[in-house]
């Protein structure tokens, strides 16, 4: 049975920083593309990095360039998401996500990925 689990949120102040990680059991996800996505009340689940299975390329929204790292660690099977600068906006339940190697479709969009995590809560205050 695959099952991805976050793990690392919590309540932080505003400006300050959070590693998430998302490890794996169930296989070996080492060929697969990793995805972080995030969820605020009452939006629509968004995209927010991703990295590729070999490590080497990562893709980011935008808006997240710059404050938040993704990095994997495909001995232990997991996936790392590291927030700085956290501003109250940034508040919401963080997904890890995985897409296998052959699946097609945009890796911005939650369609393109196979297999969620429960998710992780992060709360930034003011």
């Known amino acids: 049975q695959v099952q991805l689990v976050e793990s690392g949120g919590g309540l932080v102040q505003a400006g300050g920083s959070l590693r998430l990680s998302c490890t794996a059991s169930?296989?070996?996800?080492?060929?697969?593309?990793m995805g972080w996505f995030r969820q605020a009340p009452g939006k629509e689940r968004e995209f927010v990095a991703a990295i590729s299975g070999s490590g080497t390329t990562s893709l980011y929204s935008e808006s997240k360039k710059g404050r938040f790292t993704i990095s994997r660690d495909k001995a232990k099977n997991t996936v790392y998401l590291q927030l700085t600068s956290l501003p109250p906006e940034d508040t919401a339940v963080y997904y890890c996500a995985s897409r296998s190697p052959v699946r097609s479709g945009s890796y911005y969009s939650t369609d393109s990925y196979d297999y969620w995590g429960p998710g992780s809560q992060v709360t930034v205050s003011s």
């Open positions: 169930g296989r070996t996800f080492s060929s697969y593309t």
